[in-house]
């Protein structure tokens, strides 16, 4: 492994393979950097189900991987953590939370981290961005999508910024900084009695972009599926996945971000040949400063969401 290598990290359980395949699979045939890449799981058992998935994917030499079970970094925890208990306990939450965690456990104060989620496809040759020295870089999408509210207020109330439009499929971060402020950024948010929901990873890096700085991915390059109400209709009048997914810029972005439904369309795309338009997309995206949510802001598009529900547009356009 060269020191070149780029640092990429994701938390992922065997059970999201159907989609998480495409994902692996994508990102190493189209990287054109060699990739250092840990992927962290839950089981000792889990762990054997993904190492045989990365050795059947038969990445490049030039690409170095390894697989971690939750309880390999049990050890590193106790002296890592030592000093925060709400960064321990969040640790032992949801499992999308140890994509905080467990990264800073695998690595040394001030190494890179860029860390993925499992639903993201790489259409291009790609290179990933420059992982700046200070501050962190998520992808923009234009929803709000910090849930739940009562955990959002709970930051409000306490002053603690927020990031609006912040998407974190791909986030690009420093290892092991501010462990002391982030310990007690869990705390505020309510600790040990925080809901078990992985939402509540995107109000921790929302509240550490606002700290930290740094800015949003550009969206012509990096993009999040956006579930816009001319999709929605076209799924209640029965036009598949597929046929919406035609509609994104695979031929000019280097990731998508296949969220919510998305990702159980990826498969069949696939296998309809629309995944690869193989052109290279190696230039380096516009970084966009991070724009805090308001507290006035988060209570107009709260009022805007009770009132839709109350006239039951969700129940008429719910996801499949």
């Not at 990739?35 to 030499?61: F, G």
């Not at 550009?218 to 599926?225: E, G, K, V």
């Amino acid at each position: 492994m060269t020191s070149t290598s780029r640092k990429v990290y994701m938390v992922l359980s065997p059970r999201s393979l159907p989609y998480a395949h495409h994902a692996l699979e994508s990102l190493l045939r189209n990287s054109s950097e060699a990739l250092d890449l840990h992927l962290i799981t839950d089981s000792d058992r889990d762990k054997e189900a993904l190492v045989d998935e990365l050795a059947a994917l038969q990445p490049h030499a030039r690409h170095r991987w390894s697989v971690t079970a939750e309880s390999e970094l049990l050890d590193r925890e106790a002296d890592m953590f030592a000093p925060y208990p709400h960064l321990r306990g969040f640790r032992h939450g949801h499992p999308c939370w140890r994509k905080v965690t467990d990264p800073m456990l695998l690595s040394e104060p001030g190494a890179e981290l860029v860390l993925l989620d499992p639903d993201l496809y790489f259409p291009n040759m790609f290179r990933f961005e420059d992982t700046p020295t200070t501050g962190l870089l998520l992808m923009w999408q234009k929803p709000n999508c910090l849930l739940p509210p009562a955990v959002v207020n709970a930051a409000i109330e306490a002053k603690i910024p927020l990031a609006h439009h912040v998407d974190i499929g791909v986030s690009y971060w420093r290892s092991g900084r501010d462990l002391e402020w982030i310990d007690w950024l869990i705390g505020r948010l309510g600790g040990a009695s925080l809901p078990r929901m992985m939402h509540i990873e995107a109000i921790v890096w929302a509240a550490i972009a606002m700290r930290e700085g740094g800015g949003y991915l550009d969206p012509m390059l990096w993009s999040c599926w956006h579930r816009t109400q001319q999709k929605r209709i076209l799924r209640k009048f029965g036009i598949g996945g597929v046929r919406i997914l035609r509609t994104e810029r695979w031929a000019s972005i280097k990731c998508f971000h296949a969220g919510g439904e998305a990702k159980w369309w990826l498969p069949d795309a696939k296998g309809a040949g629309m995944l690869d338009p193989g052109r290279e997309v190696l230039q380096a995206g516009r970084v966009m400063p991070f724009v805090e949510l308001t507290p006035a802001q988060y209570g107009r598009e709260q009022s805007a969401k009770q009132m839709l529900r109350r006239l039951g547009y969700y129940r008429l356009f719910a996801s499949d």
